[in-house]
């Protein structure tokens, strides 16, 4: 059977970005993202920064996404996914959607 992690995230869209209604800039989203990139690393809680400021409809489940398969995600998503430790938050991740952080929860 293919090899699964079990990940949360949380996604900052932008205007012009993939399935997006954001109007924020890409340039502000990227200042958003990494702020709270800052605050993960400074010991915020990942579900609650998800609750408050993803743009995912998983952000009400604090981000997660449950298991999921390689190549189940964007390629941008899935390379990062699979290549963290459990419990490792991600740096910010680009993909058409806009701009991610991950953390691998299994």
Avoid: W
């Avoid at 990139?37 to 998800?50: T, W």
């Amino acid at each position: 059977m293919s090899e699964q992690v079990r990940a949360s995230h949380i996604l900052l869209m932008y205007a012009g970005s993939a399935r997006s209604s954001a109007t924020r800039t890409k340039e502000e989203a990227l200042n958003e993202i990494n702020a709270l990139k800052d605050q993960i690393a400074n010991g915020s809680d990942f579900a609650e920064l998800a609750k408050a400021n993803s743009d995912c409809p998983s952000g009400q489940q604090g981000g997660d996404l449950g298991f999921f398969g390689r190549g189940m995600m964007v390629p941008e998503f899935d390379a990062a996914a699979f290549s963290m430790e459990v419990g490792a938050t991600s740096d910010v991740v680009e993909t058409d959607f806009g701009y991610h952080l991950l953390q691998r929860t299994a």
